[in-house]
């Protein structure tokens, strides 16, 4: 039997809501998918230490690798196919998010069970912020997830950031009511 071997260098997470998120129901479509691009085998695995992103209502998945080779640099190309699998799967928004640790870059997208893929690439730490905006917590956490430096922890948001967060959330509450409108 084959050991497991947790890639440092890339990485592969899917955020989903952890009312609706059952490992037994996410891991068929991630199965399908490593089998159909003939990546290595891999599972996915629940965080744990993920305790303030489990407080704010989500569970995270971490592709994890059966082989020494890296399942998830295979699944790199592929996480806007992926995440919105498992948003039909268990019909809720899910985030995915890839991660090459050496190189510095990320892929992320966020997907609900009748919308389309909205992806963001770029440096992993824009990538993060991005994620942590989505996933509405602090960068901090995502920063802990991957054990990587974060920028500046004493940072304190200043009037444009409060005023630009504050429009955000408008929005976000102005397309949920459109939503539920449709």
Do not use: H
């Not at 050991?3 to 399908?32: G, N």
């Not at 690439?121 to 602090?138: H, I, K």
């Amino acid at each position: 039997m084959e050991t497991a071997a947790d890639s440092r260098e890339y990485r592969v997470l899917f955020f989903c809501p952890a009312s609706s998120a059952r490992l037994e129901r996410l891991e068929a479509p991630v199965r399908r998918l490593l089998s159909r691009i003939q990546a290595p085998p891999a599972e996915l695995t629940p965080i744990q230490e993920s305790g303030a992103l489990s407080e704010a209502g989500w569970q995270v998945y971490l592709v994890r690798s059966l082989t020494e080779r890296s399942a998830a640099q295979a699944m790199a190309a592929y996480v806007s196919e992926a995440t919105c699998a498992l948003a039909a799967e268990v019909d809720a928004e899910v985030l995915g998010l890839y991660v090459d640790v050496s190189g510095d870059s990320a892929r992320i997208c966020r997907c609900g069970p009748e919308d389309g893929p909205e992806t963001f690439a770029g440096r992993r730490q824009a990538a993060l912020n991005r994620t942590a905006e989505w996933l509405e917590v602090a960068p901090i956490l995502l920063s802990a997830i991957f054990q990587l430096d974060v920028p500046d922890a004493d940072y304190e948001p200043d009037a444009d950031d409060r005023y630009v967060e504050e429009k955000l959330r408008e929005a976000k509450a102005l397309m949920e009511r459109y939503r539920q409108g449709k």
